[in-house]
């Protein structure tokens, strides 16, 4: 059954406006984000509309990386948005099982992990080799996709991931494909140690 409306669960909104930039945001964002339906002076609601969120993220690009080009901004919306989920009760536990994964294993974990923060999200990651992958995400929950960039890069360097790179190869300006590739960090099992992966579904 396909839910009535898109909702971004309240631990998603805590992991990026609250863990990650809580001690960045201007008055003026605040303010900004509050008018759009966050008031991070009161406790989280258990959820928020998708619609919501992309108004949160617009909000946050433009107080908390002025002047910035918008790529650039989401991007690092993303990444940071990965780090404060780690700051999280769910996120800790997460994120330690993730450094012992190894990047492989932790992108057959990604749509769980990007469900766990909303009722209607969808990840395929197929054409997995050892240091390759391509990842088609049904909804990228920004308004163009470099947030999910951010967030999935991230996720491969706290997997111990080298030089990981996620690049948009298809974007239809609510689903995406991402080419990932990252090279083995000196510190990674050797690759004929996981068992092979060909195909992964969500």
Known sequence: MVP????????????????????????????????????????????????????????????????????????????????????????????????????????????????????????RVEELSTQDATLWVKDVLADNPFFACGFLAETLRASGAGSPEVKPIAFDGTAATYRLTWSQAKSQRPAGTLAPVRRLYG
């Open 4 to 123: 009535s409306e898109k909702q971004i669960f309240a631990q998603s909104v805590e992991a990026l406006f609250v863990r990650a930039l809580g001690p960045y945001l201007t008055r003026d964002g605040r303010q900004k984000l509050k008018a759009a339906g966050l008031n991070l002076s009161e406790p989280l609601r258990p959820h928020y509309s998708l619609e919501q969120w992309r108004a949160f993220l617009d909000v946050a690009a433009r107080d908390v990386f002025p002047g910035q080009p918008l790529e650039t901004a989401y991007l690092e919306l993303g990444a940071r948005y990965l780090k404060g989920f780690q700051q999280t009760s769910v996120g800790r536990a997460s994120m330690q099982l993730v450094t012992h994964l190894g990047p492989r294993k932790t992108l057959e974990r990604v749509p769980y992990n990007l469900r766990a923060g909303n009722n209607f999200n969808e990840v």
